[in-house]
């Protein structure tokens, strides 16, 4: 299973639209790597696949995507909440939904009791959804994303107060 041209285009166009510096995607014998430090001029990959770089690897030559209108970088609200607790962080990077569709209501709101095994959001990368799971109890005290937003792996989304 590999990448399709669309799937690179979305990923490209997600690693634009991000503040992120690189991202790395192993995907069956696909590889791509993207930096912004790299150094001169990038060059794009070969658009065959690549064997898969070691997990030892310290480099790999940066991708250029061709040049294209940017997508809108949804910009975060003030978070919602009084700010205080244990955050809940993105797990990879990808678009960070709050309810499982559209129309539906949030999986959870400020002040909303959550267990360890609840799902609190939805996490999407490539049209594949990852339920992002509490993974502690307490009460939700801020959303600090807003629904739709781009994220990278490790930002905070949720805050959660296991004393409440």
Known sequence: MGLTPAEIRALLDMFEASTW??????IGEDHLHV?????????????????????????????????A???????????????HGVPVSAPSVGLFWRSPAPG???????????GPDDTIAIIEVMKLM????AGLSGVVTAILAENGATVARG???VLVDPEA
């Open 35 to 67: 930096s912004r430090r790299a150094n001169g001029a990038a060059a794009p990959a070969p658009p065959a696949a690549a064997p898969p770089a070691p997990a030892t690897a310290t480099a790999a030559a940066p991708v250029a995507r061709p040049a």
């Open 130 to 133: 990852s339920p992002l799971k």
């Open 69 to 83: 209108a940017p997508l809108p970088v949804v910009a975060p609200g003030p978070p919602a909440g009084n700010g």
């Open 104 to 114: 539906a209501p949030p999986f959870v709101d400020v002040g909303s009791r959550v």
């Open 21 to 26: 510096q690189e991202m790395t995607i192993d």
């Open 155 to 157: 930002d905070a989304l």
